[in-house]
């Protein structure tokens, strides 16, 4: 469904991606993963069109979109979310969603429809009429969800949306990320909470400094030693390895 | 809630008509003129209210809408109603215009402001120094009342005519509030980055705004000039007028519905009663309306009608 | 529109004399951007107030508007950071279009009680000033014109030597390049942001003893400046000392040079001109340094 090729982004002298590729297919989960700075959130803006890359390609559903506006890739049915949540503060929930909803449908009655049944699916029903700056972290995480929802996309980009969120609100979440994937969305996330990872993700790709560094099945990815280094540090895998031996 | 605010805006209306019915020519005047800033701030409020683009310059669309409505009937022997229509739809093109350069350079906020203001006097020095424009003695139109000419004997017709424009913009404004334009322009107000990410084109809808709010502004134009017959480069262009539309709609109730209209009377009448108090002292009236500014940013940031809903929902409430 | 050199010649410096009064004007407004990242719209009309304040202080006290400099500097600090300390800062809320609405608000109400109180009259200070000049080859040039071009560029070495030899000029840049960091460092960022501020309205103050011995005064004349202003400050790239002197003295030849081949008031179309082509297409500035 995604194909995205030899990415590269420099900013001033830094390299935050270095010839990145990663394919999503079709129906999944993929999970992005990979330490503090690997270059996730970038690679996130180059696929949903806010950052241009200095050289590589992104195709979606067989079209080259490496240069179209990210407006247009909304349109096209990628929709994300941002890791540093960016509600419209001074509109409601209700409104917040219903901008996300005008995408699909031109009229206002239709569109508040929409975002109700969004809003009740995320767990957000409650607080429909409230102001969206009243939310809690939670709150505002899942109405960045649910905002990208109302647009009815095919992808879905989730940047570490359960990133603050205390345990029980991440086992309130996940089955609702299950729940859209089984609507037929296509989910790309990055995340640091491995504990969701390994559960919701079908495959799993690894950045660590602009690179990629590994790819494959979630359990085969966690034994990878280079995964391991990238995550604890030099020697972390031999250490581990001889403590598995002992 | 929303029905109440219908039967509000026709309650204003219905008032504001039966004035001129018993009201001398005096205060009939004072009441266009206060209409006709009414005017340029619903204008203003589609760009900087719901669009959240603060215009320091909308006397550029003002004074276009005036200037090509005068020009064309003094130059070309065009009809009235005519050079009124091609007025407002040369200055809507020049907002377009405009905000087509200074929004692809990404110009937001100050600079946004800044620039608007300098496209405004960049017209009102040209329109002071070109000959065809009347230069500094300004261009006076000729008396000639009748339907056919846009003008009119009677002041209370007149005055029934700017409320009429009046409320057909409160209705577009409330109309535009509840569409989906009114909500993607009120996203791109509140957060640009996360309004691309939900599909908004974000240059296409500041675009559509800036344009709808240049016509409108300059149908304001049209009106002075129709009613007082003369123009110059201060009245048209000059930065009173810029400085009125934004001052009406901030004080009346930033991007909400009726506050420019409700801004601009309520300013136009403190500014008589100033007058009354303070006789000849030019200046008064400004000092206390930019004192008023200062604190309707500090305190009210909904003006007069964010204080009202505030009231009327806290009485609810107790 | 053949003009002999000479004339050209004196247009220029003429040009270059005023241009050093606008730098001065510039670099209150460009310091005050460049450490609080707001562009302060009652700069023309704080400089109104400073022009009014001289030519009072001068007509009635009788003092030399060169003697009236360093008192008037000192009282222009002081309430400029009284007014960003406690009026501008607080009613803002800290949001950057708040501050614009703020700002302007002021401007209006500055201009127009100056106007309530001085009427619309023109006033120039009593004596000579006009007819000092200094022969200069062929060219004639305006003492006090000459005077505060040298003041001018005395007080921005002063402003440069301020910011980069001193605790406070330290703690200021600290506050423009990193206001999170500064405050953790245990800088008081509402106070320097009030000290800036200051320093910004004493520089009108300094400006405004220079203006008048050459200039006039009445409540709108700042308007004319501040656009002026701003163009040097966005010429010269947003909150930079140079860039502010070097802008200030190009647009006085700008319009100097525009006057002389277009006439006084199309002569002021080309700053706008330029103000709006910069602002659209080279929008870090010409010399494009950062404070």
Known sequence: MLEVSGISRSFGGLKALDGISLSVAQGSITGLIGPNGAGKTTMFGVISGFIAPDAGSVVYQATDITTEPAHLRARRGIARTFQIVQPFAGLSVGENIAVGAYLRHASPSEAKARAEAVAARVGLGAMFDRSASALTVAGRKRLELARALATEPDLLLLDEVLAGLNPSEIRDILPVIQDIRASGVTILMIEHVMQAVMALCDDIFVMAQGRMIAEGKPDAVCRDPMVIEAYLGHGAAARMQEAGNA | MKRRELLFIFALLAALVLVPLLASNLLINFLVTALIVALAAQGWNILGGLGGQISFGHAAFFGT???VTELLQLRFGVNAWLAALV??????????????AVFRA????????LVTLAFAEVLRILANALEFTGGATGLLLKLQPGAAQFQFESRAVFAWIAIAVVGVVLLLTRHIANSRFGAQLVAVRENEDAARALGVDIIATKLRAITLSAAITASAGVLYVQYFLYLDAQIGYGTWISIEALLAAIIGGVGTV???????????ALGELTKGFAGSITGIDLVIFGLLLVAAVAFAPAGIVGAWKRYVGGRRNA | MNYP????AEAMVNGLLTGSVYALVALGLTLVYGVLHIINFAHGALLT????AVWALVTFTGISPYAAILPLALAFFAGGYVLQRYLIGPASHGDDSNILLVTLGLSIAIENALLAAFHADTRNLEGDFGFQVIELGPMLISRPKLIGFAAAVAVAGLLWLLLARTDTGRAIRAVAKEKLGARLMGIEVGHIYGVTFGIGCACLAVAACLL?????????????FVLVAFTIVVLGGMGSVAGALLGGLFIGMVESLGGLLLGDSLGQLGIFVIFILVLLFRPTGLFGARA
Do not use: D, E
Not at chain 2, 87 to 100: F, K, R
Not at chain 2, 106 to 113: D, E, I, V
């Open chain 3, 5 to 8: 050199p000479a004339i050209i």
């Open chain 2, 65 to 67: 809408g005036a200037y």
């Open chain 3, 49 to 52: 107030c400073a022009m009014f």
């Open chain 2, 87 to 100: 007025g407002i739809g040369v200055a809507a093109a020049l907002g377009w215009t405009i905000g087509a």
């Open chain 2, 258 to 268: 009726a506050g420019p209209v409700i801004g601009a009377l309520a300013l136009h």
């Open chain 2, 106 to 113: 990404r110009l937001r906020g100050s600079y946004f402001a």
């Open chain 3, 212 to 224: 008048m011995p050459s200039f006039y005064v009445n409540p709108r004349v700042g308007n004319a």
